[in-house]
């Protein structure tokens, strides 16, 4: 089995899943913003995902948030036999482990969490 995780698309540059089921979008911050954005990055909206059962809403939004498999795609995992065990290779050596990404089967995991499952880690410059 393998899998293809893909980056949130630019200008996107974090996701909080808030507790009450919402997520908050934020994007880095346009210059142009009056008031400027705190941390460099704006709050672009809020999006509410409480309906659990509501996959094409889910579908409809990870594919506006997130890249698409070809252009943005962050990393890669497969099952490597006995000697390697589980693979990971990453496309881009300056994702921290923090960074969202989307499988193709619609998961939304941390890069951490990815790395945690693989014996085997590649870091490559691209793809």
């Not at 943005?72 to 881009?92: F, N």
């Amino acid at each position: 089995m393998s899998t293809t995780y893909e980056k949130l698309k630019e200008p996107i540059s974090k996701i909080v899943f808030r507790d009450d089921g919402n997520w908050d979008v934020y994007i880095h911050n346009p210059k142009e913003i009056d008031p400027p954005a705190i941390n460099g990055e704006f709050l672009l909206c809020t999006i509410n995902m409480k309906d659990d059962e509501n996959d094409i809403f889910y579908d409809v939004v990870t594919n506006l948030l997130f890249g698409h498999e070809e252009i943005d795609k962050g990393a890669h995992q497969w099952y490597g036999g006995e000697g390697k065990g589980s693979c990971l290779v990453i496309y881009d050596p300056h994702m921290n482990d923090d960074t969202l990404l989307l499988s193709e089967y619609g998961l939304i995991i941390t890069l951490k969490k990815i790395k945690q499952k693989c014996q085997t880690i590649t870091v490559k410059e691209k793809y």
